[in-house]
């Protein structure tokens, strides 16, 4: 727009306007010229304008948000990624250490399993053993048995033969202590025996 311009001797009205009206019409004039210069009305490139620099007040805010976030980010990639790389070195120690391990505990295995075998052998041997030694206790055992009851009648047949000899011989004082003398000889032998 080219600004308002008057007509060349357009200036000296031949009839001067009334007070009111010659106010209106300089408010008229002084709000549109005012326009022009206002800065609320402004020029769709002002506009234009006036827009992109919002948006790059914007976008540099929203740099500044995102900047934060990503340092924060990479912060925490940096620490996470240290904390794994040392998970995983010590897990790899531990794998080797644990695989030693297990090898040497595969060879105390295979011994211990060979002297199991062994012991378990020497146990079925000694099983055997026993119960050939428990059968030939009980045999002579019996025979003991056997023996000892023998030995017992004997014995009471003795003190009986003795008592009824005493009783025989005591009508002879000499003859009855002889005897008596071997009586008590011949029973402690066999109490001695027994």
């Known amino acids: 727009f080219a600004p308002f311009k008057l007509r060349p001797g357009a200036a000296h009205l031949s009839h001067p306007l009334p007070p009111v009206v010659a106010m209106k019409c300089s408010a008229v004039a002084a709000a549109f010229f005012g326009m022009w210069a206002s800065p609320a009305v402004a020029s769709p490139v002002e506009r234009v304008v006036n827009l992109l620099k919002d948006l790059q007040e914007k976008l540099e805010m929203d740099e500044k948000v995102e900047q934060k976030v990503y340092d924060k980010y990479a912060c ?112 402690n032998a066999v109490r001695a025996v027994i």
Request: charged share 30%.
């Open 76 to 187: 925490w990639c940096e620490k996470t990624t240290e904390r794994k790389a040392k998970a995983i070195s010590d897990a790899q120690e531990d794998l080797r250490s644990y695989g030693q391990t297990i090898l040497s505990l595969k060879g105390k295995v295979a011994t211990l399993s060979s002297e199991i075998e062994a012991l378990a052998d020497g146990i079925e041997a000694n099983k055997e053993a026993q119960e050939q030694a428990t059968a030939i206790r009980q045999k002579e055992n019996a025979a003991y048995m056997a023996e000892t009851a023998e030995t017992k009648q004997a014995i009471a047949a003795l003190e009986q033969a003795i008592t009824v000899l005493v009783k025989g011989t005591s009508q002879a004082k000499d003859g009855g202590a002889a005897l008596l003398q071997a009586r008590t000889k011949a029973t």
